[in-house]
Every structure is written in C-alpha cells, then in structure tokens.
C-alpha cells in the first residue's frame, strides 16, 4: 500500500540536535540527489525518534527540488500485505513493476522482515532493479541490518553498501527545542520554566515527549492559573528527585505535592484512551480496505487521505461510498471492454475519484472506438541527412508536414529494400501529428489484419470510423495488398473519404504505382494522381555524415579522419556502416584504448566481421533504434555484440 506523504513532515518541521544531526544531513544530501549518494540509506533508531519523519522529509524535498520525481512511500508490513493481496488478485507483475519504475522508494520499519524469506527476496530484488537504474532506496528500522533477526546476508552487504547510520535520543536541549516549536504550531504559550521542567524529565522518546505536552496544552485550557515548572513536571508523571541523579537547576523550584486537580487528569486520561481506541478501530477498517482495493488494482488516494485525518464521523460511510464507487467502475469497465478490448486494463478504470474520466471512456468507446496506430516517436524529419540525391524527397516531405492536404495528396515513396522508406513516413506522420489530430500510421499487413479481426467480431463499422477520424493516414508496403481484394475495397474508400476532407494520405511501396501487380486499376490511378518520388541508394557521403554524427554523440568530440575510415569500409548500407563503427568501439572499451583510424584497421580488417544476411542500401536517417519497425516483413537478427544488430527487410 502506497501512502501519502504527511504534510508535517518536512525538513522544515524537524528539529535537528546532535542526537539526528548526521541522519538529517545525509537525508537531506539523498533528496538532492536521488540515487547517487548513500544508494541505499538505511536509518535506524528506536521507535519515535523521528526514522519516519525524516524518510517523509526526503520525499517532500525530492519533490520540492523536481515536481518530476516519482516517491513511494510504505511499510514493510503493508509492502507484504499488498504485494501478497496482488499475488492473489493475479496482478503479482505489476506490482512489482510499480515499484521498480520510482525515481525514490521510501521502505518504513523493514525490522519486520524477520523471518519471511519471500520478502527478503523480493526487497533484494527490488534493492538490485533500483540501484541498476540509478533510483534511490531509503529504508528505516528499530535496529541495524546486522540485528535483524534471520535477515538474509545479501540483504545486510546491500545495505552496507549504502549508508547505515542511527538516530540517538534526543539530548536535553534538543528536548527543549522540540517542545519549543510544537507548542508554537499548537499556538500554546506556558510561563517560564515549563517546558524546560518537562524537558528535564527522563522522556527519550520524541513521540511521548509530544503526548506530554499535550496533556499541558489540555491541562491548561480548562486551568484558571497558568501551570508552573512544579505542576507540568507532576502533570507529565515525572520523578520529584533529579534526572540521572543531577541536581535540578536552580530555575526550577522544588516540586510540590501532588495539585487537587488529579481527578481532571484522570479523566483527561481516560478520555484519551477512549478516543485513542476509537480512532484505531476505524483506522484498521480503512487500512484494511486500502490493502483490499490496492490488491484488485483500484487507486485508493482517497482511502489514503482518511488515514491523515485526526478523526473521521463516519468511516463506514466513507468505505461504503467508496466501494459504489468501485462498483459503478466495474460497471463502465464491463461495457467499454465490450466494445473495445484494448480497454481491458486502461489506468481510466483504476480511479473510484475520477469516475468522470471512466465515463469519458466509454463515450469513446461507444462513438469513437480506440484511436489509430500513431507514428512511432523514434523517427524524426531533423534525423535525416540531405544530399543532393534525397533532396527532392525531402522537400516534398517537408511541403507535406507544412501544408498537409494541400499540396502532393496522396505522396507515394517508391524504393527498393532498406532504403528507409518505413523510418521517412514515420518521420513525416510525427511532423503531420504536430498539427493536432490522430495521424494513423501502419503497414499494409496490420492494416489487413485489424480488418479480418473486426469482420470476425462484426465490428466492421466501428473499425472503418477509427481510420475515417485520422487527420492524416500514412500506409506502409502498399504493394502488400495485391490479391486482398476486400482490402483493396476498404482502402479504396477510405481514400476517398479523406481526400475529399481535405487530409492528407502518403504511401509507400517496393514499386511504382502503374507497376503493381494485382491491385485494381481505380486504386493504382488515385496512388498515381498524387506525387509519386523514388528514394535513391544513399551517396557515400552520407555515411561519412551518419558515422561522424554517430561518433561525436558517442565520444564526446569528433574525429573527422575515424569516421572517413569506417565510412568507407565496404558496407551495404548506413545500418551496416553504423554496425562496424559500434564494432570498433566495443573493441576500443574492451582494450582500453582510444578508437583511431589504426585501430579500427586492425578490428575491421585483421578480423572477419561476422556473416549476415546481404541487404540493400538505407536512407540517411540515424537509426535510434528500431521501434519503428511494424511489418512483419521487417526481420530483426541478432548478434554476438550489440553494435553489430542491424535491421533488414527481407523480401
């Protein structure tokens, strides 16, 4: 269970003595810098010290320096409960991954770790994921790693590795200051020598410190006379000798007997008690609960934000709204899904506070249905490098991407293989995207795909208006829908429809429109009436470009004589060129010494490169990646070394 964070308490709030002093500065230096200080912290102290205080304090602080920054905070015991709640509810994976994905993970009395080996190995697990990612762990305990009980010894070294440090009673001037400032939030004012009386009793605890003074503040309101040092000192329960065998200061005067008011303060206690009783019952039903709804995958902020409060009227009531709440989503959920499976697991279902934002889903899903495939982020037109041969492609891009449906409608890319025809019309539908709108883009095989799904569950309708909404509609291997007559029809239609409205439609294809074999004559005619543009083999300069980009990214500066070398090495394209250069420099890392021209000689030609499939030329584009990759045409093979992955299309 994920809770909020209490508002109170910030580094601002904390009283910092000698007893928390190193504790607060490494706390302080871990919320500026998440993950690369004292990665893990582990803080440990007996209970009411503040441990929980200033774990909050780091979260707040993180949060203050970079609103970005995600913080989880929570117990080891609702940690286990929730994660045991998931393992049942069959979300045991996302759970987990929720954890895994924090800038800063807060882990509250992970003493509790005793004995349950299943925990441990998932917190160690978990210590492991955070640390490779750099993500900050802080965790707190009654006792040091080394004391817990059973804790597995991985655990303990993992923790060693951080920064282990304790928290110490506060000493008697750290107890006057925290008395100080508490009754100046609490806006009480007691005469001279009270606090200090109070201070000077044997209370180590900073949480019974504060239960003491609020017995004054209590005793107070209902006195006629102003308590003195004697009164809050018997008030509070404390000895009437010294503290420690010390001789009180002489600004304290000798205690008095017991005052006539001891019936008030038996009452005052019983009351306490009382409340104290009915406020934890109420709190255990809500814990529950947020343990319950957690465990199903509903977010429970507002179950959290009744745990803050001091007392609640009527929390039967609360839990019961909530749990409608629940149900009505359940509800909304049941008939989106049914009209839109994609909507299984949408985050608009999880929120019993944002119903508005369930029922908007389903108004989707109702008229408007899923919205189409978008370009993939990773292309860019910006990526590309012009040449004298792509330049009149490029320009017809970039006359697209700003005027979309006005000029070159439809535009059709003509290529043979890898010379990057699928990474230019993802790049051009993330320029059209910047105009507002969905923009579909896909190959032809997915799009034949989503049609005999939507034909096999009679949704024909639905599937037609998701495409006819797109602001513009990128198609990818047009030639793939040769002998698909039933595409063919949709498509043609399609085209049509958008056309007509003025929005924008670009193609690619293996072959020139008027070339494609098995395709209707009124579908090839419409791809022909728009501006058909071949993407030539790229000139070898634009690998010199490519690789001397590529290399001044990776080593900080560049080297116009390496990237000469490797660009002219034989290569059958950018991919592949780029494939050796990432050779060289995996061999550079692993000898230690700097890529030069010589030594990328002595890597590319004394060793043979590995064997791989042949492939055509590619365009210009620096290659990210390739997450752009969406026909199934589009075979990824793998090799020994990462530099030497490269992306083919297969014919």
């Not at 807060?106 to 993500?135: C, I, P």
């Not at 291997?477 to 085209?495: P, W």
Request: glycine residues 6%.
């Amino acid at each position: 269970m994920t809770v909020t964070l209490n508002p109170l308490y910030r580094f601002d709030t904390l009283v910092v003595g000698a007893a928390n002093r190193l504790a607060a500065t490494a706390a302080r230096a871990v919320a500026e810098s998440p993950g690369t200080v004292y990665n893990p912290l582990f803080i440990y102290a007996q209970p009411g010290l503040g441990k929980t205080h200033l774990l909050m304090a780091i979260g707040h602080a993180a949060r203050a320096i970079d609103p970005a920054v995600t913080v989880e905070y929570l117990t080891l015991d609702e940690f286990v409960e929730a994660f045991h709640a998931a393992i049942a509810a069959g979300h045991g994976e996302a759970y987990r991954q929720r954890f895994h994905d924090v800038d800063l993970l807060l882990v509250d009395d992970v003493q509790f770790l005793t004995h349950r080996r299943e925990m441990q190995a998932e917190l160690l697990r978990l210590t492991d994921a955070l640390q490779a990612a750099n993500r900050q762990i802080v965790l707190t305990s009654d006792r040091p790693p080394a004391e817990i009980e059973a804790l597995d010894e991985r655990l303990i070294r993992r923790f060693a590795g951080g920064l282990i440090i304790d928290v110490a009673a506060p000493d008697y001037e750290t107890r006057v200051a925290i008395l100080r400032r508490k009754a100046e939030e609490r806006r009480a004012a007691f005469g001279a020598g009270v606090l200090e009386a109070v201070a000077l009793l044997d209370i180590d605890n900073v949480r019974e410190l504060l239960g003491a003074l609020n017995r004054l503040i209590a005793f107070q309101a209902v006195s006629e006379t102003p308590l003195t040092p004697e009164q809050a000192r018997t008030l509070v329960g404390g000895d009437t000798g010294s503290e420690n065998g010390a001789v009180l200061p002489p600004a304290v005067p000798a205690p008095v007997p017991p005052p006539a008011s001891s019936e008030f303060d038996d009452f005052l206690t019983e009351i306490a008690a009382t409340v104290a009783q009915q406020v934890d019952a109420w709190r255990e039903k809500v814990s529950a609960a947020i343990l319950r709804w957690q465990g199903e995958g509903f977010r429970t902020a507002q179950l959290e934000a009744l745990l803050q409060q001091e007392m609640l009227a009527d929390p039967e009531r609360a839990l019961r709204e909530f749990e409608e709440d629940v149900e009505r989503l359940r509800t909304l959920r049941a008939e989106a899904v049914a009209l839109v499976p994609d909507l299984e697991g949408s985050a608009a279902f999880r929120d019993p506070a944002d119903l508005a934002a369930a029922q908007e889903a389903l108004r989707q899903a109702r008229e408007e249905g899923p919205p189409p495939p978008a370009p993939s982020p990773l292309w860019r037109l910006d990526d590309v490098v012009e040449t004298s041969g792509n330049r009149m492609v490029l320009e017809a891009l970039r006359s697209v991407a700003g005027d979309p449906g006005a000029r070159y409608n439809p535009l059709v890319l003509v290529g043979g293989a890898a010379v990057g025809k699928t990474h230019l019309l993802h790049a051009l539908g993330n320029a059209l995207a910047a105009h507002g709108g969905p923009v579909a883009c896909l190959s032809a095989p997915e799009f034949t795909d989503e049609l005999i799904e939507a034909i096999d569950r009679g949704t024909v309708a639905a599937w037609r208006a998701r495409y006819r909404r797109a602001s513009a509609f990128l198609l990818d291997d047009v030639h793939l829908v040769a002998a698909k007559g039933r595409t063919q029809d949709e498509l043609f239609v399609l085209f049509n429809v958008l056309v007509d409205d003025g929005r924008q439609l670009v193609f690619t294809s293996a072959v020139p429109p008027a070339e494609l074999e098995g395709v209707e004559t009124r579908l090839r005619s419409r791809l022909e009436g728009g501006l058909v543009v071949e993407l030539p083999p790229p000139e070898a300069a634009v690998r010199e470009r490519v690789i001397a980009r590529d290399i001044e990214s990776k080593l900080g500066a560049a080297d116009p004589a390496l990237a000469a070398y490797v660009a002219a090495r034989p290569a059958e394209s950018v991919r592949a060129a780029q494939a050796l250069l990432q050779r060289v420099l995996d061999a550079s890392a692993e000898r230690h010494v700097a890529p030069t021209p010589a030594f990328a000689r002595e890597v590319l030609e004394d060793a043979p490169p590995p064997s791989r499939p042949q492939a055509g030329p590619a365009s210009g584009i620096v290659a990210p990646g390739a997450g752009a990759t969406r026909s199934r045409e589009k075979i990824v093979w793998e090799w020994p070394q990462a530099g030497e992955r490269v992306i083919e299309e297969w014919r």
